[in-house]
């Protein structure tokens, strides 16, 4: 097994074939050596190098404006699992959904409830998320704000924020799961999937 060769698939999974993904590994592998001392459990130390990648992989969309994680990236991408092809298909599907909340949050600036007031026309489960966790997912998601930046704007405690964010994806995560007649594969990569619409 390569760590190299690993990394550089894993991150053109997260920022597509590039000549960037060689500088984004070539980081990765430099933080990972120059941190190694910090890490206290050292059988974790790939999973660790994995997470710094991805850290470091979606700092660069945000720096770069490509497109940010869209609401079905939430769904199915768990950290140090591969994104499969099936998931750019699931997410075309509901990408009408996706620009609108993007438009009407970011352009239009409308509010969070008449975000998901819209979003549960054709969702109506996401009635069930608190207001205050969808308005964290929403900061974070779609304006790219960090979690203590949003900790800050909201005056709340950074640990409220990150656990409004993870039970909103949750939520978000449940829906889709409720909906969808999804076929996984022995890694637990989607390979077929079927929504309700």
């Given at each position: 097994?390569?760590?190299?060769?690993?990394?550089?698939?894993?991150?053109k999974?997260?920022i597509?074939?590039?000549?960037?993904?060689?500088?984004?590994?070539?980081?990765?592998?430099?933080?990972?050596?120059e941190?190694?001392?910090?890490?206290?459990?050292?059988?974790?130390?790939?999973?660790?190098v994995?997470r710094?990648?991805?850290?470091?992989?979606?700092?660069f969309l945000?720096?770069?404006?490509?497109?940010?994680?869209?609401?079905?990236?939430?769904?199915?991408?768990?950290?140090?699992?591969?994104?499969?092809?099936?998931?750019?298909?699931?997410?075309?599907?509901?990408?009408?959904?996706?620009?609108?909340?993007?438009?009407?949050?970011?352009?239009?600036?409308?509010?969070?409830?008449?975000?998901?007031?819209?979003?549960?026309?054709?969702?109506?489960?996401?009635?069930?998320?608190?207001?205050n966790?969808?308005?964290?997912?929403?900061?974070?998601?779609?304006?790219?704000?960090?979690?203590?930046d949003?900790?800050?704007?909201?005056?709340?405690?950074?640990p409220?924020?990150?656990?409004?964010?993870?039970?909103?994806?949750?939520?978000?995560?449940?829906?889709?799961l409720?909906?969808?007649q999804?076929?996984?594969?022995?890694?637990?990569?989607?390979?077929?999937y079927?929504?309700?619409?």
């Open positions: 097994m390569n760590l190299r060769e690993d990394l550089i698939k894993y991150v999974k997260i597509g074939d590039i000549p960037d993904v060689e500088d984004i590994v070539q980081d990765t592998l430099l933080i990972s050596i941190k190694r001392k910090d890490l206290i459990e050292e059988s974790k130390y790939q999973q660790w994995f710094i990648a991805r850290n470091i992989s979606i700092d945000k720096k770069n404006q490509k497109k940010l994680p869209q609401i079905t990236d939430l769904v199915f991408i768990e950290e140090g699992k591969e994104k499969p092809n099936s998931f750019l298909a699931l997410a075309e599907d509901n990408k009408h959904i996706y620009d609108k909340v993007k438009e009407d949050f970011l352009e239009k600036n409308k509010s969070p409830l008449e975000i998901k007031s819209y979003f549960s026309e054709n969702y109506p489960e996401v009635l069930s998320i608190s207001d966790y969808f308005e964290a997912l929403l900061l974070a998601e779609f304006k790219g704000i960090s979690q203590q949003i900790a800050d704007q909201l005056q709340l405690p950074l409220t924020i990150k656990s409004r964010i993870q039970r909103a994806r949750q939520k978000i995560k449940d829906i889709f409720k909906r969808c999804i076929e996984l594969d022995a890694r637990g990569g989607i390979v077929n079927n929504c309700e619409k």
